[in-house]
Every structure is written in structure tokens, then in C-alpha cells.
């Protein structure tokens, strides 16, 4: 801003207005030179400053997106192991092919009703097919007796 105003009240009401630097009249060429020099440096700063923000929020951005990607990945190969471990105590008794998905199911059922939070069912989906893991130490003699 070029004024003749050159008093202190004057500088601050500019300032507040939006001048960014503001010269007095008779504009000296050397300080209008220094000013602009000045500025000019501001500026690029200001530049280099609001692309760096923007090329570190498009990094957050992106390894946010890679670790949620990683995150399903994890659950899915996670829950690929619990249901055959699961599988594998199931495997002596052929009568209950659904039974685990079943369980987990109704489990999730009840703990909504229940109010339960969703994390919590989703927990619980995924460890209840683990119920009769017990079944892989126990004897086919045992588990597999005629009824009496």
C-alpha cells in the first residue's frame, strides 16, 4: 500500500485491512526495491510452505489408505484360520457342516440384541466359530459313541 498517512494508527487500520507491507509518499526507489525483494521471498516461502502441507497430507492420505488395506487383508486371512481351525475340530462329526457359521451367526444375533457394541459383535464373530475347538484332542471313541 502506498499512503501519505504516516502515522502509527494509520499503519495498524492498513495492516488490519490486509495490507501486507504499505509505503510512505515520497516512495524512495531503493526501499520500494528492498520491499518488493522482501516480498517476493515471503511469498515464495509462503508457496513452498502450502505445497509442502499438501504433499504431506496426500502421504497421509495414501499410507492411510495402505494400512486400511492391509487391515481388511489381515482380518480376512485371520478369520480364513479361525474357521479352519474350526473346520478341522468339525471334521469328525459330519452331521454339523453349518454349524459353525450358525453359531456365529446366532451369537451375533443375541449380543445385538443384547445391545452390544459393534465391535463387539464383529469380535464375536469371529471367535465364536473357536467353540468346539477342544473336539481336535478329544478321541474319535469318545465323540463319536453310539448314543446310549
Known sequence: ????????????????????????????????????KSLLQVKA?????????????????????????????LKAVSLDTIYRLARAAEFKDQTTCAH?????????????ASGRPAE???????ASPMHDIGKIGISDQILCKPES
Open 120 to 126: 463387539w459383535n464383529e469380535v464375536l464373530l469371529n
Open 100 to 112: 459353525l457359521y450358525r453359531v456365529s451367526h446366532y451369537s451375533v444375533v443375541i449380543a445385538r
Open 1 to 36: 500500500m502506498v499512503t501519505a498517512l504516516g502515522e502509527v494508527n494509520d499503519r495498524v487500520r492498513a495492516l488490519d485491512a490486509g495490507a501486507d507491507d504499505f509505503l510512505t509518499k515520497p516512495v524512495d526507489s531503493s526501499e520500494l526495491s528492498a520491499r518488493v
Open 45 to 73: 516461502l509462503h508457496d513452498h510452505l502450502r505445497n509442502y502441507q499438501q504433499e504431506l497430507e496426500s502421504e497421509v492420505a495414501r499410507k492411510t489408505e495402505a494400512l486400511q488395506d492391509a487391515l481388511t487383508r
